[in-house]
């Protein structure tokens, strides 16, 4: 089993900047896709923003040029530098992974249990 644990979010004012961290833990033979995803109160999940192993990225077009995501591959982690924050971004960040806990497991997804990011003045 793979673990995913964030942290790193808080109260910020409009404009202000946070950086979210996602540490994966556990038995893990290789961790493919990780990513951002982001739940607002009464919508649905969204995508945020997504890294592979090679470091492709993938963002939502409303934080393109705001959120950058990173990935440290020998700490397991990725990471999400977020400027420019509007009250809009208020939501819970969930880290998301595709990875194998084995060589012959197959590749599963996993979610951590979130932090909330709260953009308010």
């Known amino acids: 089993q793979v673990q995913l644990v964030e942290s790193g979010g808080g109260l910020v004012q409009p404009g202000g900047s946070l950086r979210l961290s996602c540490a994966a833990s556990?038995?893990?033979?290789?961790?493919?896709?990780m990513g951002w995803y982001r739940q607002a109160p009464g919508k649905q999940r969204e995508l945020v923003a997504t890294i592979t192993r090679t470091g492709s990225t993938n963002y939502a077009d409303s934080v393109k040029g705001r959120f950058i995501i990173s990935r440290d591959n020998a700490k397991n982690t990725i990471y999400l530098q977020m400027d420019s924050l509007k009250p809009e971004d208020t939501a819970l960040y969930y880290c998301n992974a595709d990875a194998r806990s084995t060589s012959w497991a197959a590749n599963r997804n996993y979610w951590g249990q979130g932090t909330q990011v709260t953009v308010s003045s």
């Open positions: 556990g038995r893990i033979f290789v961790i493919n896709t």
